[in-house]
């Protein structure tokens, strides 16, 4: 049986030329970065490469990116290194690696979004105090690929000199990435064909930020530990793939995301695409089921060969439906009934036209399952 991957949101595949660029440092380049002799200067010279690389597809300076073991450190240091002591204000779709950081902030304050899964940017104006130290809203969610209008939300966190920060983990390598008036930016390499373990935030310079871990004076003070050289060359190559290939992939799979989307629309009654009508990347289409359960879609998918997901994969197991969905309107059994599919590099035409096929056999023997369903 064939199998075919539908949930690049949670994790990429390592490409061929990232593990290329990994290898040499697990076997010939092995030095710590931080010591004088060859080894350590080999070490060096690589780590210095994939932060300019990093850097580049940012389009930001090599000595404001900080290495981290992934998106949910970058978060973590982005917003407790910021609000220490006062007040953080984030939206209620955050991934919960933002949120359960501003958790442990004196006070935050997390802003609705609107049916679409969209952050009015005057509910941030208006959400702000005198003792606000940091604002944090993703370029993009994870479970709907809805795209925040982060340029507005920079604008307002500027004027009202408060530091803003973007998760932009699901943005990097899906959509355009601008970072005027951002000062703190999180990417993550898993979810660009790089390896799990390795992540960046950007962090603007005269930025003042306070580390979250103590030991050394590595990552210009930020992050203390003997850095991770191979996977920081692992993203910084993922990196440059980015900006080399980025822009006709995308163009690629939204050609892809909108058959898949029409193709399930016209075949399966009671489809809705949640999120529908906001700007999204173009790997990502949430769409929900009336009267089905997203599990047992997932299951039966699985079984035929098809990866799919029914939320965010750090939720994986959880009892509680999406808050994600919850935030943009649904019921809990709305929720329950909403199946996310992301594209990647590896999906092709033939795969979708089969996937819409196993869809529509799945949904339709689920609902006979189903007596309630009308």
């Not at 803003?164 to 008036?181: N, Y």
């Amino acid at each position: 049986m064939h199998r075919y991957y539908f949930d690049h949101n949670a994790t990429t595949p390592v490409s061929a030329e990232v593990l290329e660029a990994m290898l040499p440092l697990l076997t010939e380049d092995y030095g710590n970065a931080s010591s004088i002799h060859y080894f350590g200067q080999a070490a060096r010279r690589r780590l210095d490469e994939a932060r300019r690389e990093v850097a580049a597809m940012l389009g930001a300076a090599a000595e404001e990116i900080v290495f981290t073991s992934g998106g949910t450190e970058a978060d973590n240091l982005a917003l407790l290194g910021m609000a220490e002591g006062g007040h953080a204000i984030t939206t209620a779709v955050e991934h919960p690696a933002v949120l359960a950081a501003a958790a442990q902030c004196a006070a935050r304050t997390a802003v609705r979004v609107d049916g679409r899964g969209v952050v009015d940017p005057d509910e941030i104006r208006r959400a702000l105090r005198p003792d606000t130290k940091v604002i944090s809203v993703m370029h993009a969610n994870n479970e709907l690929g809805v795209i925040q209008p982060i340029g507005e939300i920079a604008r307002i966190a500027r004027e009202a000199g408060v530091a803003f920060h973007s998760d932009g983990v699901q943005a990097a390598g899906k959509t355009p990435i601008d970072l005027s008036g951002i000062d703190l930016y999180t990417i993550s390499a898993h979810k660009i064909y790089g390896p799990k373990g390795a992540g960046a935030l950007f962090v603007r310079k005269g930025t003042k930020i306070a580390p979250r871990s103590h030991g050394g004076h590595h990552e210009h003070g930020l992050r203390a530990g003997t850095e991770n050289v191979a996977g920081a060359a692992g993203l910084g190559r993922a990196a440059r793939w980015v900006i080399e290939c980025g822009a006709a992939e995308q163009a690629r799979e939204a050609v892809l995301r909108d058959r898949l989307e029409q193709g399930i629309l016209d075949r399966v009654r009671g489809a809705h695409v949640n999120g529908a009508g906001a700007p999204r990347t173009a790997n990502t289409t949430n769409i929900r089921f009336d009267g089905v359960d997203s599990d047992a879609l997932l299951i039966a998918l699985d079984l035929r060969g098809f990866a799919v997901s029914s939320g965010a994969a750090c939720s994986s197991g959880a009892t509680e439906p999406s808050h994600v969905l919850l935030a943009i309107g649904l019921t809990r059994l709305q929720a329950r009934s909403s199946i996310r599919f992301s594209l990647g590099r590896s999906n092709t035409a033939e795969q979708v036209d089969a996937l819409i096929d196993a869809v529509a056999d799945a949904v339709a023997k689920l609902r006979k399952l189903a007596p309630a369903y009308a």
